[in-house]
């Protein structure tokens, strides 16, 4: 059973903090990692992706990998309030025929 | 360019008719997905087509459901005998050409069975 778990939250930041979200996954043959945003009644947006451990970084925006902890982060800096939305972490193996397996995401709020 | 395109964007029917939803990729894409996502649960993937082909069909919930793609490119979802529990925003989402490039999602298909 593929499972991607997050902290449902709410997580609550200051505006202009830094907002640090997790993901742990189970299946230790995922290759490929997304992290998506979901405002209420929309669909999801892609924010980043990652591959290989260590950091990845576009803007305000950095991923974080660990394979061997199988552990996926995604860090918002200079939170603004239009950062608040549910965040949502996805896994695949890859090569495979199955889609992503998603988390219930962290809903993430920016106080002003 | 064009997104992911879905129609219609809400669906209202009466338990036990028939709906088709209706997903048109973004251009150049081969790869398609459908997702399920029920109130406050997360996504659930339900099939995947490379080109016209789904390789595996077992994440569709039930033999009500049923999805092609033709042409490699217009997707359709067509589920039978609708039950209240197939209440759900139904995603389309597609990428380049393999599961593990990113993934672009429409707006979805909010369908409700009265």
């Known amino acids: 059973q593929k499972e991607v778990e997050q902290n449902s939250g709410p997580l609550s930041v200051p505006e202009g903090a830094i907002a640090s979200l997790n993901c742990t996954y189970s299946d230790r043959g995922s290759q490929s990692f997304f992290w998506y945003r979901q405002y209420s009644g929309k669909s999801p947006e892609l924010i980043m992706s990652i591959y290989s451990n260590g950091d990845k970084e576009d803007g305000r925006f950095t991923a974080q990998l660990n394979k061997a902890s199988q552990y996926v982060s995604l860090l918002i800096r200079d939170s603004q309030p239009s950062d608040s939305a549910t965040y949502l972490c996805?896994?695949?193996?890859?090569?495979?025929?199955?889609?992503?397996?998603f988390g219930k995401g962290t809903h993430l709020i920016i106080q002003p | 360019g064009a997104g992911v395109s879905q129609s219609p964007s809400n669906k209202v029917t009466e338990k036990g008719k028939d709906v088709e939803l209706r997903c048109d990729p973004i251009?150049?894409?081969?790869?398609l997905y459908w997702y399920r996502q029920s109130l406050g649960q997360g996504l659930e993937f339900l099939i995947y087509?490379?080109?016209?082909?789904?390789?595996?069909k077992s994440g569709l919930p039930s033999d009500r459901f049923s999805a092609e793609r033709t042409g490699g490119s217009v997707s359709t979802l067509t589920i039978q005998r609708t039950q209240q529990e197939d209440s759900a925003v139904y995603l389309c989402?597609?990428?380049?050409?393999?599961?593990?490039?990113?993934?672009?999602f429409g707006d979805g298909t909010r369908l409700s069975i009265l």
């Open positions: 087509f490379q080109g016209n082909s789904a390789p595996d």
């Open positions: 989402a597609s990428s380049l050409n393999r599961v593990d490039q990113p993934q672009h």
């Open positions: 996805a896994v695949n193996r890859g090569g495979g025929a199955d889609g992503l397996t």
């Open positions: 251009s150049g894409h081969t790869a």
